[in-house]
């Protein structure tokens, strides 16, 4: 009988000891929880108070006189950097040699002017590379029948130039273009005969 009741008094002890321990760990699970959370939450005013003080920070920066960039959206420099009159004898090139042409035939004619600019076979400056004559002779069909400057110069003009000026080359290197169409045969012979053929691309034809 003693030991039938010992036996019920340890198996009774048993269970307190494992309900009581249960009971620790949804405790500790409930704990962990909140300390959790607790923890999401103040990291999440952590990030409030950084972001408010950056703010603040930026906007009393702008307002001392400095000066607050935006590296994302700073253009990049020039590659050629030209006088008033060069850009206006630039655009005016453009316009009147390329004017029907899309955006990557103004940028391919403007090119070939810069192309010329940086060759020692040519003149240093753009008013002087297309104005050029060689034996009398006009280099660029706008300046030999006048032209050059009387048409009015397009915003994809403008974009096509600005876009070269910026280093942005699809000449392949070439120095000259005609467009065989409209050039003398005399003179298309002597581009057949004498230059390299790099490429067509809308009404003209470039060479090297």
Known sequence: ?????????????CNMILLVSWLNVKELQVNRVASTQAFQMQFLEDCAELDESSFIGMVAEASSGQRVVDYNVLEREAKYNLSEEDYQVLLQIVEAEAGCEDIKGKMLVAGVVMNRVESSQFPDTVKEVVYQKEHGVAQFSPVANGRLGRTDISDETKEAVKRVLYGEDITEGALYFASRKYADPELMKWFDNSLTLLFSYGGHEFFL
């Open 1 to 13: 009988m003693y030991t039938y009741k010992k036996n019920i008094m340890i198996l009774l002890l």
